[in-house]
């Protein structure tokens, strides 16, 4: 983060106990988020796993998490439900965001159960093209995203912004944010040259707006100072 001059992070692991070493380490520099698998609870079985709404009432009331996720929704289960709906009102209850992973029916679902739930969403949709992305931003006013993942989309091939990835960003800057997504070892390797495709699609954007997605939503929704004298410092 440092090299690349990055000041502050939101942060999750799997599990749990490496966002609260790493939280500790550099308390001014990590926003910390609950990631709720550990054990044998991961991606794909997470929401099967017993007594999970417990692990995250626990986790939460012992840490200072200021989010839930990242987590994946794979598909909409009815059997998932009523763990949803329990996430999402603890969520609601302790004005806190979910982060998620998924496309867009598992928002939908998630936005049915809980109206007034903040959601992050995570990757803008990870393969959602950004109609999609743009037309559910406008149907949930309480809808973020980040754009890790997406840098690539949201450059055109000839290195320029994407036509569609420009009206969804430009009608709604202020719920985009930047993201790196650093989910394996392997991608702090590259992290250098994530920073780097963030930088280059922001740079073709007007400055107010790009500061907007790079930072200052940030600061917004964590409710901190993002400074240049964070860098370097913990």
Not at 137 to 159: F, K, N, V
């Amino acid at each position: 983060m440092d090299k690349s001059g990055v000041a502050m992070a939101l942060v999750s692991s799997t599990p749990d106990e490496g966002t609260i070493k790493l939280w500790k380490y550099a308390p001014n520099r990590i926003v910390p988020e609950l990631r709720p698998y550990h054990g044998q609870a991961g991606s794909s079985n997470w929401t099967k796993a017993a007594s999970m709404f417990e692990y995250i009432v626990g986790r939460l009331d012992a840490y200072p998490h200021e989010r839930i996720g990242e987590f994946h929704l794979h598909s909409v289960d009815p059997l998932d439900e009523p763990l949803l709906r329990r996430i999402a009102e603890q969520a609601r209850s302790r004005d806190i965001y979910i982060h998620v992973h998924s496309d867009k029916d598992p928002v939908d679902l998630l936005f049915s159960l809980e109206p007034q739930l903040k959601i992050i969403w995570a990757h803008a949709g990870m393969v959602e093209p950004a109609e999609t992305v743009e037309e559910m931003m406008a149907t949930y006013e309480l809808l973020w995203t980040d754009t890790s993942y997406r840098g690539w989309d949201i450059l055109a091939p000839d290195g320029t912004i994407d036509p569609a990835w420009r009206r969804a960003i430009e009608r709604f800057p202020d719920r985009f944010m930047v993201g790196s997504d650093t989910w394996v070892n392997e991608q702090w390797d590259n992290y250098a040259e994530l920073i780097a495709v963030n930088r280059k699609w922001l740079s073709q954007f007007l400055r107010p707006i790009a500061e907007m997605i790079a930072f200052r939503n940030a600061e917004r929704l964590f409710d901190r100072k993002v400074e240049a004298q964070l860098i370097g410092n913990r």
